[in-house]
């Protein structure tokens, strides 16, 4: 007589439940394997973002870059400010000599898309702490005019530990800016290149009622992960969680506004021609 060797169909549910029950416990744990894989990346490529800024720093005789060159009605294309390789000098396209591949200024968190640069379909997943980083500086600005604007020394930054330089913030001109094919990146990057505070984009004080791309793409996207990365002055990068209040600084939403202690964030603005004493402080010594 021959031997059936055929499973039973018990047999086979039985072996179906335990892959489900297996799965059913792994696959989270894979979910956060990958999330942690892709803070891994986040964080290096802002710890070498913070390397170049030292870089600079060095090479400009420790002054800090301006956020960005504006082109206003076009005259900064006019006078060589802004150009069809570079587009407007803003904050990150002037590290690139030391960054060598602009895909370091992306996170695999940011969710907003990618947009025409002079290095290929890119986004910028970062933004500098306007009250350090600070200005749309250079001649033939908005109105033609040149402001003077005379950026942070390095060594005016009382307390380097505790100083944000750059958020995980991406930039709304991904979604906003598309008039004509490279304005994203040749215009309103050098426009949103700032960080004005580090409120949650969840926050309806910080996205009103957008929806869509635009309830993410300006201001820091925590998403799923409740927690954002950061760069201080020393170079040194660290993950807070949504709402963390860094200490030193005011519960402001922006340069000028009054201090709201209900606020999730903190204010990293200042005036965008000039520093005054309306600009948000940096922390003390």
């Known amino acids: 007589m021959r031997k059936n060797n055929a499973f039973t169909l018990i047999e086979l549910l039985v072996v179906i439940a335990i892959i489900a029950i297996l799965a059913a416990i792994l696959f989270p744990v894979f979910a956060q394997a990958k999330a942690a894989a892709k803070n891994i990346k986040t964080v290096s490529n802002m710890k070498q973002i913070g390397t170049s800024q030292q870089l600079y720093l060095a090479d400009y005789d420790d002054v ?21 390789q570079q587009g407007c000098p803003s904050w990150d396209s002037l590290l690139m000599p030391y960054m060598k591949s602009f895909e370091m200024f992306s996170s695999d968190f940011d969710r907003a898309p990618r947009t025409l640069s002079p290095w290929g379909q890119h ?10 980083i600070n200005g749309w500086a250079g ?24 100083t944000i330089l750059f958020t995980e913030q991406r930039n709304a ?13 040749f215009e309103c990057g050098v426009w949103n290149a700032r960080s004005s505070n580090t409120l949650a984009n969840d ?29 201080f002055a020393d170079t040194h990068t660290k993950s807070h969680a ?18 709201d202690t209900t606020l999730k964030g903190v204010c990293l603005d200042a005036g965008p021609f000039g520093r005054s004493a309306t600009d948000c402080p940096l922390p003390p010594q």
Do not use: H
């Open 64 to 84: 800090y870059q301006q956020a960005g060159t504006m082109n206003g009605n076009g005259a900064s294309w006019g006078t060589g400010a802004c150009n069809a």
């Open 123 to 132: 986004k910028r997943s970062f933004r500098a702490a306007a009250n350090v």
């Open 139 to 162: 001649v033939n600005t908005w109105d033609g005019g040149d402001y003077g604007f005379t950026p942070l020394n390095a060594t005016a930054v009382p307390a380097v530990a505790s």
């Open 173 to 185: 001109a991904s979604v906003s800016c598309t008039w004509w094919a490279g304005a994203a990146f």
């Open 203 to 231: 926050d309806p004080i910080a996205v009103g009622s957008s929806t869509g791309l635009e309830a993410y793409a300006s201001g820091i996207d925590f998403g799923s992960r409740n927690r954002a990365n950061y760069v």
């Open 242 to 259: 949504k709402g963390y209040i860094f200490p030193g600084y005011e519960q402001r939403r922006a340069a000028g506004q009054p201090i």
